[in-house]
């Protein structure tokens, strides 16, 4: 079968966190992956594609709410549809 919907272009600054002001629930909807410089990053939490860089957990650190600590990853950002 094909998929006869068409999917929304990805914004420049997008965010799986639902509290923040950059998360797009349409985008959501289908499964995201995202290359930065090339190669397959998991667990990405936010990305920028005109500024270069992406967020990811920073192993088990939690902040004083509880929230993963994040690190920034700067490189060339492509996100993608599977």
């Known amino acids: 079968m094909t998929d006869n ?3 929304p272009d990805f914004p420049d ?3 799986v966190d639902p509290r ?5 629930a349409a ?3 289908h499964e995201v992956g995202i290359l930065l410089n090339g ?3 998991l667990g990405v939490e936010e990305y920028c594609i005109s500024e270069g860089w992406i967020t990811v957990p ?12 994040m690190i920034k990853v700067k490189g060339t950002v492509e ?3 599977r």
């Not at 923040?20 to 797009?24: E, G």
């Not at 920073?58 to 600590?69: I, S, W, Y």
């Open 27 to 29: 985008i959501f909807e």
């Open 58 to 69: 920073a192993g088990k650190t939690l902040d004083r709410k509880g929230m993963p600590m």
């Open 39 to 41: 190669k397959e990053r």
């Open 79 to 81: 996100p993608f549809y």
């Open 13 to 15: 600054r997008l965010s």
């Open 20 to 24: 923040s002001k950059y998360y797009v």
């Open 5 to 7: 919907t068409s999917k």
